[in-house]
């Protein structure tokens, strides 16, 4: 009797990669068949692109079955689009790739044999980052050195969403159901035993990065709000310490008025004053804010995203 096959699936976001999804194609398909011991499939997600992304992916499912196409109703975000594919992912190992192929796939075939060394996740970690500008790569390294600073849990330093799950670890993913998602946040917040994969990132295949600036301060605030509430201890301590300089200025006027000749400084070191303490108390408000804003949005329990159509999925 034939041992049946483990399955593989790997999922890859999509968003107006038009110009990568051919070359990343062939690409999948022929790790598949190099790595033909495994069930392997793919699940594309288009996340409402409005290039020829969708078309290419449809044509590529007509003659492979082993392409399955999740079409998102609108552009929801990469990491709920991954999130999609976790959801429709049935298999003993499970693959997270962009798909503008700075993260090779053939890389995955390393993956798994480390993962039948006995680990639970994988997590690509990259030793060289093609194409990153000098700025981009600075920003990380201080971020991830902040976040894990300010966090209960540790994420390792130059990874990003490639790497590979085993079951165990996909169904913990997909009971977490939190609107605002961090997914390299939320793999190690799960435990299970860990190893990375170093390699060097290539840079984009073609096309342009759909991360700008403003795309990576919301995605940064997203994982320090959902894993910390440091922002919130702070503004505790900081008010502590006004009231402390507080206490102290008052101590030292009263000292000045009942025991010297001298007077309290004037009006312009009172409004320095209270320009200070209430630029704290917006920006405090702008942190609370946020918490708020993120317990609203889990209140309306709205789903995460909806599908349009399906191919190759039952």
Same mark, same amino acid.
Request: aromatic share 10%; with cysteine; proline share 3%.
């Given at each position: ?14 968003? @107006? ?28 997600? @288009? ?21 399955? /196409?999740?079409?998102?109703?609108? =552009? ?97 993913? =997909? ?11 939320? /793999? ?127």
């Amino acid at each position: 009797m034939l041992q049946e096959k483990e399955k593989l699936e790997v999922i890859i976001p999509v968003y @107006n990669e038009e110009l990568c999804i051919t070359e990343l194609l062939k690409r999948l398909l022929a790790f598949k068949e190099k790595l033909s011991e495994l069930d392997i499939s793919f699940i594309l997600i @288009n996340d409402g692109s409005k290039d020829r992304s969708l078309e290419l992916m449809h044509k590529y499912a007509d003659k492979h079955d082993c392409i399955k /196409v999740i079409n998102l109703s609108r =552009n929801f975000g990469h990491q709920i689009a991954v999130t999609a594919g976790l959801d429709h992912a049935d298999a003993d190992y499970v693959a997270i790739i962009d798909g503008d192929l700075q993260d090779p796939p053939e890389l995955i075939e390393d993956m798994y044999k480390k993962a039948k060394e006995g680990f639970d996740i994988i997590y690509g970690q990259r030793d060289q980052r093609k194409g990153d500008s000098f700025f981009k790569k600075f920003t990380a390294k201080i971020f991830y050195k902040l976040l894990n600073k300010m966090c209960n849990i540790s994420i390792p330093a130059d990874t990003g969403d490639f790497r590979l799950i085993t079951r165990r670890v996909l169904k913990s993913l =997909n009971q977490m159901r939190e609107k605002h998602r961090f997914i390299r946040g939320m /793999v190690p917040w799960c435990g299970f035993k860990s190893a990375p994969l170093v390699y060097q990132r290539d840079e984009r295949y073609a096309g342009k990065t759909k991360y700008p600036v403003s795309k990576m301060v919301n995605f940064a605030l997203d994982a320090v709000f959902s894993f910390s509430n440091v922002p919130l201890r702070i503004a505790t301590y900081f008010g502590i310490a006004i009231v402390g300089v507080g206490v102290l200025g008052g101590l030292f006027i009263a000292y000045l008025r009942l025991f010297t000749h001298l007077s309290a400084p004037g009006i312009s070191t009172v409004i320095i004053t209270i320009v200070i303490i209430g630029g704290f108390q917006i920006i405090m408000l702008g942190i609370v804010g946020e918490y708020i804003g993120r317990i609203f949005e889990e209140a309306k329990n709205r789903p995460l995203y909806l599908i349009e159509g399906r191919k190759n999925i039952e």
